[in-house]
């Protein structure tokens, strides 16, 4: 089943694809079939530039367990960040 689950979110940053670094501009998080993932559902995260092309796009696909590991240690890592470098 489809969960059509989508947020979008602008974002600064770097990604780096098949031609190297490029400038992020957003990025879709959603929750539905992956392509290569070994699983039912997953969450796809894409980072991506439009306006540079269809090559300008870093997707990961996450089992929900992963996903939110991942979030809570991007969590905890800017948590212990001292002050004034964030």
């Known amino acids: 089943m489809c969960t059509y689950i ?7 940053g770097s990604g780096k694809g098949a031609d190297g670094w490029f ?3 957003e990025t879709s ?3 539905d079939h992956p392509v ?7 969450l796809n995260i894409d980072f991506r530039n439009p306006g540079r092309g269809a ?5 990961v696909e996450l089992t929900a ?3 939110r590991e ?3 240690a991007i969590l905890r890592t ?9």
């Open 29 to 31: 998080v959603y929750f």
């Open 55 to 59: 090559g300008a796009r870093v997707a």
């Open 65 to 67: 367990e992963t996903a």
């Open 78 to 86: 800017l948590d212990q960040v001292p002050p004034g470098l964030v």
């Open 23 to 25: 400038t992020l501009t």
């Open 36 to 42: 290569h993932a070994p699983a039912e559902h997953t």
């Open 6 to 12: 989508t947020e979008m979110v602008e974002t600064e």
């Open 70 to 72: 991942l979030a809570t």
